[in-house]
């Protein structure tokens, strides 16, 4: 079984993460990274054991040594070069949000589609036996029927960090929301209705620096997310059912070795990998390792991926709808935009 070889879109902190992440897979291998700026690849190999520095994105997805592309550019640049990816023949992994509008999440797909490879979104969290064994329980009935599901993520982050340029995509929404998003659409499906109010960064550009959300899923699950770029750091998922609930303690990063389950006042923490087959470690390294090991057998074809066109483009267009919902003050009604959404 051959590692596919992974190229890597940017030098950013992500990067070294997930080449970090990876470096025991036999799986997944990262072999490349690219900058604009060359000396800076060449440094970001050097630390990270990577055979080959690009001082070009256009140069890397020339290089026949790479099999697929991890695109952790800023969010404002993820569908310019998904696509060029795609173009080059090279499958592509991109960092969250994959798109910010249903139309650019179409776009890629039609572009792996014509170039005969594959694009995923990289939602890590859920490949991790955490996410699994939570959405079991919910499937099994071990809280009755779900009637709620609450998420949280905050941080705080400087006026000069990224994640608050309007210009390179940033704001709570995008950076923070899409795991909330995500995670209330994963358990409890497509919403028909969401209403947010945010408040602006008015020490940055003007993204948004914090947005609360209530989403109305069908067979009258509620949903409520908040999130905020200036805020001490939380991480929260609660599922709740007529029966009991779900307490998830670090659901994005998944460092936890344990799911929290409440019925009848009596608590279990069940443990999410009892005879040790996902090679748990405790830490942050386990979520991109398991992603990457996961996406990279489903471009050998080894394994299913059951995300993929239809829940990008469900993602971004649920995006797009919590942020209308917020610039406009009123609940916005599902579906958002209608163009195109059943193309395969």
């Known amino acids: ?42 440094k970001f190999a050097d ?10 994105y256009d140069e890397l997805l020339a290089s ?9 550019l800023p969010v404002s640049m993820h569908t310019e070069w998904t696509i060029k990816a795609l173009a080059a023949g090279k499958h592509v992994l991109t960092e969250k949000p ?20 594959r694009c995923v979104e990289g939602l890590m969290y859920r490949h991790h036996p955490q996410t699994l064994l939570a959405r079991k329980l919910v499937a099994d009935g071990a809280i009755g029927r779900l009637t709620t599901v609450r998420a949280a993520l905050s941080v705080s982050v400087g006026t000069d960090d990224i994640r608050r340029s309007g210009a390179l995509g940033g704001g709570a929404l ?31 550009d003007g993204v948004d620096l914090r947005l609360a959300a209530t989403l109305r899923m069908p067979g009258d699950v509620l949903a409520q997310f908040d999130i905020g770029l200036d805020l001490p750091r939380r991480d929260e998922l609660e599922l709740i059912g007529t029966a009991g609930k ?21 608590t279990e923490r069940l443990a999410i990998d009892p005879d040790g087959t996902y090679r748990l470690t405790g830490d942050e390294a386990d979520v991109y390792r398991i992603e990457l090991e996961t996406v990279s057998a489903y471009l050998t ?25 917020a610039n406009s003050g009123l609940p916005t009604e599902y579906p958002l935009w209608s163009g195109g959404a059943g193309r395969e």
């Open 1 to 42: 079984m051959a590692a596919v070889r992974w190229g890597l879109l940017s030098t950013a902190a992500i990067g070294r993460v997930v080449v970090d992440a990876t470096s025991g897979s036999d799986r997944a291998r990262f072999v490349a990274v690219a900058s604009r700026d060359l000396p800076k690849a060449q």
């Open 47 to 56: 630390e990270c054991g990577l055979e080959l520095a690009f001082g070009s």
């Open 64 to 72: 026949p040594e790479i099999d697929a592309v991890y695109v952790a």
């Open 98 to 117: 994959f798109a910010t509008t249903a139309d650019d999440a179409l776009r890629c797909f039609d572009a792996a589609s014509a170039a005969g490879v």
């Open 174 to 204: 995008l950076d923070l929301g899409c795991y909330c998003v995500s995670a209330i659409r994963l358990f409890a499906g497509t919403p028909e209705r969401v209403y947010a109010e945010q408040v602006i960064d008015t020490a940055g």
């Open 246 to 266: 779900i307490v998830v303690g670090d659901p994005w990063i998944c460092r936890e070795q344990r799911v929290e389950l409440t019925r009848d006042g009596i």
């Open 301 to 325: 074809g080894d394994q299913d991926l059951p995300y993929g066109k239809s829940d990008a483009v469900a993602q971004a267009q649920t995006l797009e709808q919590i942020h209308q919902s």
